[in-house]
Antibody, heavy 121, light 112 residues
Framework: QVQLQESGPGLLKPSETLSLTCSVS????????WTWIRQPARQGLEWLGR???????NYNPSFKSRVTMSVDTSKNQFSLKLTSVTAADTALYYC???????????????WGQGTPVTVSP | DTVMTQTPLSLPVTPGEPASISCRSS???????????LDWYLQKPGQSPQLLIY???NRASGVPDRFSGSGSGSYFTLKISRVEAEDVGVYYC?????????FGGGTKVEIK
């Protein structure tokens, strides 16, 4: 059974860099798209970007200057970095897997449990 | 970015009765190969979202057949043929035709 587990510091100060890791168990990171999505408290879902196991990346332009994603195949995990955080970045951060349909579409079919991040002075 | 609009915001339902949620996109999600890039998710209380429907009408693995997705272009519907108590939560539609992927604001389904 494939599982995703997010990890990282739960509390940051404004202007710091958020670093999160998603560890994948039960399957290889290669051959899938891996996505980061966040959810501010009592709000909806926001797509941050995705990275393919072999390196292709798409970022949400709203975050493009601040976000970096990477994959570490040796550790079977992928990561998110978000620089210059503010209170607006306070949210529950999810990592998720995209599985590929025969038409090439990668649909998000598995989510981690989410890790809360708070940005406060 | 493609804007996704869901209605209603809240949906009180009676167990055993049908329920329906609508999702509208600001741009057509139909590609030239005939696929609609629209997915549905359910976020149960205290849980992560789970995939229900992908590409408009394909049920994800393990999803009960009381859930069905329909629609094309910019108008989509998620139907539950007979609501069960375990179906409560917030339902989201998401477009996958373009990046960034964008979600609807959610529809909260609760038992009357």
């Amino acid at each position: 059974q494939v599982q995703l587990q997010e990890s990282g510091p739960g509390l940051l100060k404004p202007s710091e860099t958020l670093s999160l890791t998603c560890s994948v168990s039960g399957d290889s990171v290669s051959g899938y798209y891996w996505t980061w999505i966040r959810q501010p408290a009592r709000q909806g879902l926001e797509w941050l970007g995705r990275i393919y196991g072999f390196g292709a990346i798409n970022y949400n332009p709203s975050f493009k200057s601040r976000v970096t994603m990477s994959v570490d195949t040796s550790k079977n995990q992928f990561s998110l970095k978000l620089t210059s955080v503010t209170a607006a970045d306070t949210a529950l951060y999810y990592c998720a897997r995209g599985s590929r349909h025969s038409n090439g579409y990668d649909y998000i079919d598995l989510w981690g449990q989410g890790t809360p991040v708070t940005v406060s002075p | 970015d493609t804007v996704m609009t869901q209605t209603p915001l809240s949906l009180p339902v009676t167990p055993g009765e049908p329920a329906s949620i609508s999702c509208r996109s600001s741009q057509s999600l139909l590609d030239r190969n005939g696929y609609n890039y629209l997915d549905w998710y359910l976020q149960k209380p205290g849980q992560s979202p789970q995939l229900l429907i992908y590409l408009g009408s394909n049920r994800a693995s393990g999803v009960p057949d009381r859930f069905s997705g329909s629609g094309s272009g910019s108008y989509f519907t998620l139907k539950i043929s007979r609501v069960e108590a375990e179906d409560v939560g917030v339902y989201y539609c998401m477009q996958g035709l373009q990046t960034p992927r964008t979600f609807g604001g959610g529809t909260k389904v609760e038992i009357k």
